[in-house]
């Protein structure tokens, strides 16, 4: 190992953690990071799409670039998709590619905000025939993932209005039960639907699903199959995320993430570089369940999809989604390191310090040593995005030129 003396010094720093670092390494191992086809795609702000030389021309190319994120990291095997930036013609021989390129299709997301019948709401529109279309192609969604083997249908509505009177909140709240109670039943029994929220954009007056309580009710209302996911980006400044996670985990309604870095809206940037301590106080939490006396609490925490969802404007693509899974990785790690024994005992005994200071000091250990050890360990590069600039692949891909697929 080519980093035996700086991993000899790191477990000698952290003796009588909690946790062994055997117990660590293999939870490390254990860690899925899904990634999302769009983010491998050109993409922009409102104003622009930015082309970028060499991004995929098609679904089959996404998922070739999304091969070589695996490779370097070990812990993204599967892709989720986006319908209908992702149809093709042929579904299962969109899964074989994936397979011979050692992936899965992960979870199904439906598109229902760039047809111009949705201008006025998809699911929530107050044209009957329009929320007919809606629904149809949530089903459609569906199908497709029984084609490909998927589990999940991920689910994020962009329904809401700008101004007062401009719908009717409660009539329009119903009909979107009323269409997602119909794609639930259509679930295969070991699949389940992801209710995403958003406090407002594109809507800025209200947002049919605003928070997550509005999704928790819904999946209550559906069934055991429905479960939130939460987006670390949609949530208003200060959003206490991690008290969100926690009480969803002891609802058993946490199903999953989808990890991007905010600074003021939802910005889709790489994940943990605005807030790194906001996203290892979120798995705090999620290991903190992870040792719940509740098997059903456990059982959730260690049922969590997690998926990157992000958009990379400025930034060269495959670089940036390395980038994104290297500090989700990193924050899971620290969150690994912490005492939640001694945390428990600061408790009990209302020592705010003592319980401050057993979470923050997981958070100030260098992880690096360990990382690099579990990859090596993975016969993965220790450091994947140095391995990807020496590839070539970005050399490579050139010959695409601009103009691939966008969102």
Not at 17 to 35: D, H, N, P, W
Not at 83 to 103: N, T
Not at 177 to 200: N, T
Request: hydrophobic share 40%.
């Amino acid at each position: 190992m080519m980093n035996d003396r700086a991993y000899a010094l790191f477990e000698e720093q952290q003796k009588d953690r909690g946790i062994s670092l055997s117990e660590a390494k293999e939870k490390l191992k254990a860690l899925k990071i899904e990634t999302p086809s769009w983010g491998y795609g050109d993409s922009g702000t409102r104003f622009k799409v930015f082309q970028q030389e060499g991004v995929p021309r098609d679904p089959f190319e996404k998922m070739e670039d999304a091969s070589v994120v695996h490779k370097l990291t070990g812990i993204c095997p599967s892709v989720a998709i986006h319908i209908p930036w992702d149809r093709v013609d042929d579904y299962g021989k969109l899964k074989a590619h994936a397979e011979q390129l050692g992936l899965a299709i992960g979870a199904v997301n439906p598109n229902l905000f760039q047809d111009d019948d949705y201008k006025f709401g998809s699911v929530t529109n107050v044209k009957a025939a329009i929320r007919q279309k809606a629904t149809e192609q949530l089903l459609e969604c569906v199908d497709i993932a029984k084609q490909t083997g998927s589990k999940e249908i991920s689910l994020w509505l962009a329904d809401g209005t700008n101004y007062p009177g401009q719908g009717d909140i409660r009539k329009r709240k119903n009909w979107m039960y009323e269409c997602l109670a119909e794609v639930y039943e259509a679930l295969d029994d070991d699949m389940r639907l992801l209710i995403e929220y958003k406090f407002f954009e594109p809507a800025f007056y209200h947002t049919d699903l605003a928070d997550w309580g509005m999704a928790y009710n819904l999946a209550q209302k559906l069934g055991p199959k429905a479960e939130v996911l939460v987006d670390t980006g949609h949530h208003a400044q200060g959003t206490n995320i991690e008290h969100i996670v926690a009480y969803l985990l002891d609802e058993k309604r946490l199903g999953g993430f989808h990890f991007n870095s905010r600074k003021y809206a939802d910005d889709d940037l790489i994940a943990g570089a605005h807030n790194p301590y906001e996203l290892f106080l979120i798995f705090s939490q999620i290991l903190d369940a992870c040792r719940d006396s509740d098997p059903n609490v456990r059982k959730t925490a260690e049922h969590i999809s997690y998926m990157l969802d992000q958009c990379h404007n400025l930034e060269p693509k495959i670089p940036a989604v390395l980038r994104s899974v290297m500090n989700v990785q990193t924050q899971f790690a620290k969150a690994l390191l912490i005492n939640f024994d001694e945390v428990k005992k600061a408790q009990e005994d209302h020592d705010v310090l003592a319980a401050e200071a057993a979470i923050r000091e997981a958070f100030e250990i260098d992880v690096k040593p360990l990382l690099c050890a579990v990859r090596e360990e993975m016969n993965v590069p220790p450091d994947p995005l140095k391995a990807y600039a020496e590839s070539g692949y970005a050399e490579k891909i050139l010959a695409r030129g601009k103009g691939g697929a966008s969102w």
